[in-house]
């Protein structure tokens, strides 16, 4: 029964977080999780924060495995209301060198019909400009949008991508030379 209130926020915050809840999800889709013959708790997970901070090596092997566990571990949260990322410190050798993988915004569209808010709080782990525009294609009840940079052409934002939102904080819009 405390199941459905502990499993509501969930925060990841280094990569032992990213391991364990990975674990939990596995054990529960096997059928051997700590409650045997309960629905597993990502189902009643409505806001997934991740603030991973990886620059101690020891908590996660590498960025590749990392991203492999967050986008299972995103693919277990099927009503997902809010998804924060908020990574502190660089993932790469400088900001801004390290692009969020289709792998993690692929498991984000396991949560389109619910997903309300949308936050990249950073500049790194940030997707491609193309990618975001698919994904937010894909997110038809999407109604706050905050993000490091949005791509326009010809001095306007795509409507069909934005028609949802009503709330948008950009703190950079990039033109795109040369698109209709």
Not at 3 to 19: E, S
Not at 81 to 102: C, K, N, Q, R, T
Not at 163 to 179: K, M, N, P, Q, W
Request: aromatic content about 8%; some cysteine; glycine content about 4%.
């Amino acid at each position: 029964m405390a199941m459905r209130y502990l499993y509501r926020i969930v925060l990841i915050r280094t990569g032992l977080d990213l391991l364990a809840l990975d674990r939990t999800f596995r054990n529960y889709a096997a059928g051997n999780g700590s409650c045997v013959g309960t629905r597993s708790p990502g189902q009643w997970t409505r806001r997934l924060d991740i603030t991973l901070d990886l620059s101690d090596e020891s908590e996660c092997e590498e960025l590749d495995r990392c991203v492999i566990r967050l986008a299972d571990v995103i693919k277990s949260l099927p009503k997902l209301e809010i998804v924060s990322f908020a990574i502190p410190d660089p993932l790469g050798p400088e900001p801004d060198s390290v692009v969020m993988p289709f792998r993690v915004l692929d498991a984000l569209r396991c949560s389109a019909n619910s997903l309300r808010i949308l936050d990249w709080s950073g500049d790194d782990f940030f997707p491609q400009p193309h990618q975001l525009e698919e994904l937010l294609r894909d997110l038809p009840y999407l109604r706050v949008l905050r993000c490091y940079q949005l791509v326009w052409a010809n001095g306007v934002i795509p409507s069909n991508i934005l028609s949802s939102l009503t709330t948008l904080a950009v703190e950079d819009l990039v033109e795109r030379v040369g698109h209709p």
